[in-house]
């Protein structure tokens, strides 16, 4: 059984129920967060093995938020997920800090392969853009 943790950042309540089955059908243990501010609340409280997050939300940009996270809980995994890579930086920060990246809409089988080599990702490996 598969005992990983992953909290899932989203806004689009779709994308985060086909994220939670896909993943629950693989065993993981599944938390889902509609906003920024919950997912930082969550965070004090939890460790989590993968934090998956969208680019784009009404609240904040998900790669700030990653930021924001990596700074108070160093070593943390990210998938970053997004419909969107515009405009340009987004993309050029991905490959810059070598993040593992998912585009909008995928299949489940590529869903799943993203997170486990996130989960797997060695830091000094190059990102999965």
């Known amino acids: 059984m ?6 899932v950042i ?3 309540e779709i994308v985060l129920q086909s994220c939670k089955r896909i993943l629950e059908s693989e065993n ?15 965070l004090k409280n939890s460790a989590f093995s993968l ?10 940009n998900g790669l700030n938020l990653s930021e924001k996270i990596e700074k108070e809980y160093p070593g943390t995994k990210f998938l970053i997920i997004s419909g969107y890579m515009e405009p ?5 920060i991905i490959i810059e800090k070598k ?4 585009a909008k809409p995928f299949t489940p ?8 080599s996130a989960i797997i990702k060695n830091p000094e490996s190059t990102g999965d853009f």
Do not use: H, Q
Request: charged content about 30%.
């Open 2 to 7: 598969n005992k990983e943790k992953i909290l």
């Open 10 to 12: 989203d806004d689009d």
């Open 28 to 42: 993981y243990s599944v938390t889902l967060c509609p906003s920024a501010s919950e997912g930082m609340d969550i």
């Open 51 to 60: 934090i998956i997050i969208d680019i784009l939300m009404p609240c904040c």
């Open 88 to 92: 340009k930086p987004f993309s050029e």
């Open 99 to 102: 993040m593992n990246f998912l």
């Open 109 to 116: 089988d590529e869903f799943l392969k993203a997170v486990r």
